[in-house]
């Protein structure tokens, strides 16, 4: 055993991390730099005994080896974050804990659960006088290391003893940790995942913005680069730009082409962004940068499809823009303003989540938090933030007048890029359904009325009108005169 000694005055942990895997070495790495003595614990010993050989004198780690001698090496209340896949494995470790810690003692599921799980979880634990706590954590591998964006749910009483702790090791912007309790049970894991899912919109905006500057201006993927690199120096800046020039940068060693033209073009998805749509579809808010950037994906994996369609037709293709550089800037207008229209629909699910399950989530804390550490921090996050400070009751983000200054600055753009792309035939469909998202949203009238007198003729299921109160049906099989309900 190397470096156990413990630094707390009981000569016991302050934390203790199980599930030692890259996230949960990680973060136990990160609470042993800020000095607290760390429990761990893996299923398997070897990843234990991997992570002392190699990281043991980076701070005081006990090294145990079952539940039974992780409870044990724990101070009063006991604070056990699990760091597993999310899913069955976690029930069951949440179970063997549960059954060897007492009330008072504080559970942390860190892995990405659904926010539904945590709800059945944190009532589950409760019963037994467990202070159970799901806590969204964003950053990958270096977040958690080096500061991740830390979205704590559960009760407010766990919160005063592990807050600081978590603040501590949180990414920290302008003094600021990236870490505030978000709410009672489900309520971090919930934003966690609205975060995802914003960063798969995010990416897939990221995606239609270089495949217009690769198809309909024909620029060499080095120069894209320098684009992204361009853009991460204006009101773009952010994690995902910064980190797509260093991508289109790098040259395939063993080809000598870009590596973006050797990677298969088909996305992955763990799930969380597949979450985000589905529970968007539950609340009815219409978060559709989001599932367009989920659908994408799953389209670019539809592989013997793809295949199969390769041969249809395109039609009558119109020109490329003559003005290359106009048509840059045009892009990044449309980029900007569809981001906008993302996160717009996101915060408006979190609003959504928070008002169906009681939460009261403050959205401009989030934004607060967001702004370092996570997969999706950026310079525009301060805008969010400044939004919600002016008014925490903002009906949209795009109402807020820094935003609907932006958008209305790029909406002749926006309109140039989604009816460019159409005419060429390169698919945009984040940045054209964000357009009608906006277009829809702004319209005096939608042909809402239109589906609503259908539903009433084939369902009597009535209508509204628009002069007077009351619920109306046409009797359309009849005489088709108008009676109240
Ligand atoms: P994984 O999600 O790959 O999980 C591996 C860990 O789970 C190992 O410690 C493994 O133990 C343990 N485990 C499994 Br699998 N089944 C178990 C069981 N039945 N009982 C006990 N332990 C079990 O690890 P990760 O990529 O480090 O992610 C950890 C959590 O953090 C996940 O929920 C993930 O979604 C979330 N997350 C990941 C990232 C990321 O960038 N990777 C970012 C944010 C959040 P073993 O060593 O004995 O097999």
């Not at 919930?190 to 975060?195: A, D, I």
Request: hydrophobic content about 40%; glycine content about 10%.
């Amino acid at each position: 055993m190397n470096n156990v000694e413990a630094s707390s005055s009981s000569g016991k942990a302050q934390i203790g991390v199980t599930g030692l895997a890259v996230m949960g070495s990680n973060i136990a790495r990160n609470f042993a730099r800020h000095g607290y003595t760390v429990a761990l614990h893996n299923r398997s010993i070897a990843k234990t005994d991997a992570l002392i050989a190699n990281h043991g004198d980076e701070g005081n780690f006990i090294r145990t080896e079952t539940i039974a001698e992780f409870v044990a090496a724990l101070e009063r209340p006991r604070r056990v974050l699990i760091m597993v896949k999310a899913g069955a494995p976690t029930d069951a470790v949440i179970e063997e804990l549960a059954d060897a810690m007492e009330p008072g003692d504080i559970i942390i599921d860190g892995g990405n659960s659904l926010y539904t799980d945590t709800i059945r979880r944190e009532a589950a634990m409760s019963a037994r006088g467990l202070n159970f706590v799901g806590a969204g954590i964003s950053g990958g591998e270096e977040g958690a290391l080096n500061g991740p964006a830390i979205m704590p749910g559960g009760p407010a009483e766990s919160y005063e003893s592990l807050g600081p702790m978590l603040e501590s090791i949180a990414a920290q912007v302008d003094g600021e940790p990236c870490c505030t309790h978000i709410g009672p049970d489900g309520s971090g894991h919930f934003v966690k995942m609205v975060h995802n899912g914003i960063e798969y919109a995010d990416m897939q905006l990221i995606g239609e913005a270089y495949d217009l500057m690769r198809k309909a201006l024909d620029l060499p993927v080095a120069e894209i680069a320098d684009v992204f690199r361009e853009w991460n120096t204006t009101e773009l800046e952010s994690y995902l730009i910064e980190i797509t020039a260093e991508v289109l940068s790098q040259v395939d060693a063993e080809t000598g082409k870009p590596l973006v033209d050797v990677i298969v073009d088909a996305a992955g998805q763990k799930g969380t962004g597949r979450w985000t749509v589905k529970s968007a579809l539950d609340l009815g808010i219409p978060t559709t940068g989001i599932a367009e950037a989920v659908f994408a994906r799953a389209l670019s994996s539809s592989t013997d499809q793809r295949l199969a369609a390769r041969g249809l037709k395109a039609g009558a293709l119109g020109e490329a823009p003559a003005d290359k550089a106009r048509f840059i800037e045009d892009i990044k207008a449309a980029l900007y303003a569809s981001k906008v229209v993302a996160y717009a629909q996101g915060f408006d699910q979190i609003a959504a989540g928070s008002a169906e399950y009681g939460w009261d989530v403050d959205r401009g804390a989030l934004a607060t938090i967001w702004r370092g550490g996570c997969i999706i921090r950026a310079q525009f996050l301060n805008r969010i933030r400044e939004a919600y400070a002016d008014d925490p009751a903002l009906p949209s983000l795009l109402l807020a007048p820094y935003f609907r200054d932006a958008v209305e600055a790029g909406i002749d753009s926006w309109r140039r890029v989604v009816s460019t792309a159409t005419l060429l035939g390169i698919p945009v469909p984040a940045f054209a359904s964000s357009l009608s998202y906006y277009d829809a949203l702004r319209a005096e009238r939608l042909p809402a009325a239109l589906t609503q007198g259908l539903r009433d003729y084939f369902g009597a299921h009535t209508y509204q009108r628009v002069d007077k109160e009351g619920t109306f049906h046409t009797l359309w099989s009849g005489d088709r005169s108008e009676v109240a309900e």
